[in-house]
């Protein structure tokens, strides 16, 4: 059951959707020694998340389990111009509900000053020194840490929360680390499929770079990408960084598979082409191929493992749409439309 406290947070979040836009990020790990922030913030990649959202305007604009009254709706008539600037405005602001948290690397860690053995047991608690200057934010503010045994180093990234909070706190965001993070909460949202709503609490209450919200968002992502659960976070802000977080592992085969389940091969395409952006060296990297032959030179070349369950379901994609093909034909035929001979349009 979701507070009324948790249920002020998030309502607020969406009165605000761009100001902390820029508060949620996640890479895995195993590839610390890499920054993907250029890859992420790459135009090209940019469009293929896009289209990887698939934008739906009923699930963008759908009420959300905030606790807001819901506005009663109104009916107008319009000519066409006027539907035609209303249907702009609302693209526009799909694409601002939609936007998507940034990918970052993982801060560094305790980065040791000086030690002083000479301090070792003066005190029996650490003391924090925090410049409050005016002018600096709270990604770049120097905090210092003294260890009781003498170390000088900078504060890590639970002390540089706790110390921003205190001395510039950010509404909605609480000092210490929510208990719905840890076990055996987290692992109910989970199993009752709340990712939208751990993933929008994470980026109110962490830094993009932040080790534990990484934990966290890799934790959410895995456990979609494992479930197949991708509806539950399509045409939603953070299906980008889940697609992106997955070719960036090289774990999105299960994506691929639903994308082509789904007829989407446009999909397809561009998770393919955001495949070789990542990793050019790859040997289907055939940018004058079209959508299908790009993914069918994928299975075939770079797909591994998945290979085998992959080209199932292309070859159930084309069957499909060869079916297709000939009950439109037939269907034009019917209608005197269509050549019996060739099966084309008559001119």
Sequence with gaps: MISSRINLIIRNFYKRPGQYCRMCS??????????????????HVQEFLVTLTRIDYRKVFSARKDGTALNV??????????????????????RGRIQMPPVVKVRAEDEIISKDIGLQGLCEQ????????????????????????GTLRHANSNERHRMNQIYFP????????????????????????????????????????????????KEV??????????????S??????????????????NLLADVIKSENITEAGALIRLYHKIYPEA?????????????????????????????????????????????????LKAHGLSDSTDGKSET
Aim: charged share 25%; glycine share 2%; with cysteine.
């Design 283 to 331: 040997k289907s990297n055939k940018p004058e191929f079209n959508d299908l032959d790009l993914v069918a030179a994928y299975i075939e070349l770079d797909s591994g493992n998945h290979q085998h369950t992959l080209t199932s379901v292309l070859a159930i994609y084309e069957k499909l749409q060869h079916e297709k093909e000939k009950m439109e034909q037939a269907i």
């Design 26 to 43: 996640t890479v895995s790990q195993s590839q610390n020694e890499k920054d993907p922030a250029p890859l992420f913030f790459d135009q």
């Design 170 to 217: 950010i509404s909605d965001r609480e000092i210490h680390t929510p208990q719905m993070f840890s076990n055996p909460y987290f692992s109910d949202l989970l199993d009752k499929e709340e990712f939208e709503f751990i993933l929008d609490r994470a980026c109110l209450q962490f830094e993009p770079d932040d080790p534990e919200y990484h934990r966290i968002t």
């Design 221 to 234: 992502y895995s456990y979609v990408n494992k479930m197949g659960k991708f509806d539950q976070l399509r």
């Design 236 to 253: 939603t802000r953070h299906f980008g960084p889940l697609a992106f977080h997955l070719v960036w592992e090289n774990e999105f085969q």
């Design 126 to 149: 650490n003391y924090v020194f925090t410049d409050i200057s005016f002018g600096n934010t709270n990604r770049n503010r120097l905090i210092v840490v003294r260890d009781t045994n």
């Design 73 to 94: 709706p109104q009916f107008k008539f319009m000519t066409d111009e006027e539907l035609q600037e209303v249907r702009a405005q609302i693209s526009t602001k799909a």
